[in-house]
């Protein structure tokens, strides 16, 4: 069993920055990665970024640059940190956070509404 429990969010300007924080407790020695996907209305939910237990990342053409995804690990908790820079109106969309395990279902935070306005 994991928990994912996401923070931060909002309302900002464009060019504007955001920080969305996500804890994973529980089971965290199964996760083999974390990341954050996003869903705009109408569209089908995105990776946004993501990094995998060694330290791995990967990001989606449109962030790169100006999203930097990291993690940090203590004795019960895993910490995934998306700095948000430069953020655009096309950023606006409920922002997700997984924990991808090496074995069984991945696990999704709630969602946090991320609204950039022009």
């Known amino acids: 069993q994991v928990q994912v429990v996401e923070s931060g969010g909002g309302l900002v300007q464009a060019g504007g920055s955001l920080r969305l924080s996500c804890a994973a407790s529980?089971?965290?020695?199964?996760?083999?990665?974390m990341g954050w996907y996003r869903q705009a209305p109408g569209k089908q939910r995105e990776l946004v970024a993501a990094?995998?237990?060694?330290?791995?990342?990967?990001?989606a053409d449109s962030v790169k640059g100006r999203f930097t995804i990291s993690r940090d690990s203590a004795k019960n908790t895993v910490t995934v940190l998306l700095q948000m820079n430069s953020l655009k109106p096309e950023d606006t969309a409920v922002y997700y956070c997984?924990?991808?395990?090496?074995?069984?279902?991945?696990?999704w935070g709630q969602g946090t509404q991320i609204t950039v306005s022009s």
């Open positions: 529980g089971s965290i020695f199964i996760i083999a990665a």
């Open positions: 990094i995998t237990k060694g330290g791995n990342t990967n990001y």
């Open positions: 997984n924990a991808n395990l090496l074995f069984g279902p991945d696990y």
